[in-house]
């Protein structure tokens, strides 16, 4: 359920490899990933998270002796110029904003995933984990995180949608604000863009054959693939 600190590099495939964003000998907790280079071939965009402490990893009851971030605090996004040789954060993130997941929609314009919109996905209407059940046990495995949503109630917890800028960090703009989640944007040849779109709505119990009032299966496939143009319009 975590993710592993990670660089981001450049390899020749002659064996020289140049690294551009150091995660894991720095101090900082961090992982950079998901680099897209630009349509020219001259800059590439990457996301950088952040979190706060690194837990070891088990299987088994064996410790792998790996460690992982459990959960990002925030993430920027950073852009990498092959002429300079030097890397830039993007400007004008909001605090605590979980940027991620970047493509280009040009060589100046990036769409990626954000929780910038400060919205929380619908709240299922039946507490699946709560109460007790008809054998008098708690439904909650994992207290206190034993709520009826599939979200954290922190700001990482907000929902990821879709968004444009310029690189310079300019003209942020929600393209998917009717989104619960909107994840994974990926640019056609035509602009379009193609994601994946959270449709999880209603009471996950019953979503599953095996799943009933005192046992809530685990819900069916409620990633769906949506498109939007590059305003985000004519979305199906």
Same mark, same amino acid.
């Given at each position: 359920?975590?993710?592993?600190?990670?660089?981001?590099? &450049?390899?020749?495939?002659?064996?020289?490899v140049?690294?551009?964003?150091?995660?894991?000998?720095?101090?900082?907790? /961090?992982?950079?990933?998901?680099?897209?280079?630009?349509?020219?071939?001259?800059?590439?965009?990457?996301?950088?998270?952040?979190?706060?402490? *690194?837990?070891?990893?088990?299987? #088994?009851?064996?410790?792998?002796? &790996?460690?992982?971030i459990?959960? *990002?605090?925030d993430?920027?996004?950073?852009?990498?110029?092959? !002429? !300079?040789?030097?890397? $830039?954060?993007?400007?004008?993130?909001?605090?605590?904003?979980?940027?991620?997941?970047?493509?280009? *929609?040009?060589?100046?314009?990036?769409?990626?995933?954000?929780?910038?919109?400060?919205?929380?996905?619908?709240?299922?209407?039946?507490? $699946?984990?709560?109460?007790?059940?008809?054998? %008098?046990?708690?439904? /909650?495995?994992?207290?206190?995180y034993?709520?009826?949503q #599939?979200?954290?109630? %922190?700001?990482?917890?907000?929902?990821?949608?879709?968004?444009?800028?310029?690189?310079?960090g300019?003209?942020?703009?929600? &393209? !998917?604000p009717?989104?619960?989640?909107?994840?994974?944007? $990926?640019?056609?040849?035509?602009?379009? &863009?193609?994601?994946?779109?959270?449709?999880?709505?209603?009471?996950?119990?019953?979503d599953?054959?095996?799943?009933?009032?005192?046992?809530?299966?685990?819900?069916?496939?409620?990633?769906?693939? /949506?498109?939007?143009?590059?305003?985000g $319009?004519?979305?199906?």
């Amino acid at each position: 359920g975590g993710i592993a600190e990670a660089d981001v590099v &450049i390899d020749d495939l002659q064996g020289r490899v140049k690294v551009i964003h150091n995660c894991t000998a720095s101090k900082a907790i /961090c992982v950079a990933q998901e680099a897209r280079v630009s349509p020219d071939g001259t800059k590439i965009i990457y996301s950088v998270g952040l979190g706060n402490m *690194l837990v070891p990893v088990t299987a #088994e009851g064996i410790d792998l002796g &790996i460690t992982e971030i459990p959960g *990002l605090t925030d993430a920027q996004l950073w852009v990498y110029d092959l !002429t !300079t040789g030097k890397s $830039a954060p993007i400007p004008h993130r909001p605090p605590r904003a979980i940027d991620r997941q970047p493509e280009w *929609l040009g060589n100046d314009k990036i769409v990626f995933a954000s929780n910038r919109g400060n919205t929380y996905p619908f709240k299922f209407p039946w507490g $699946a984990h709560q109460g007790l059940d008809q054998f %008098g046990n708690g439904r /909650c495995f994992n207290a206190p995180y034993c709520v009826s949503q #599939e979200y954290g109630y %922190g700001l990482e917890g907000r929902s990821m949608q879709l968004w444009t800028m310029n690189i310079d960090g300019t003209d942020a703009r929600n &393209i !998917t604000p009717h989104e619960n989640n909107a994840l994974a944007p $990926a640019v056609m040849t035509n602009g379009d &863009i193609v994601y994946s779109c959270w449709n999880a709505h209603e009471n996950k119990n019953f979503d599953a054959s095996s799943g009933n009032s005192n046992n809530a299966g685990t819900a069916a496939n409620k990633w769906w693939l /949506c498109r939007t143009d590059g305003n985000g $319009a004519d979305g199906t």
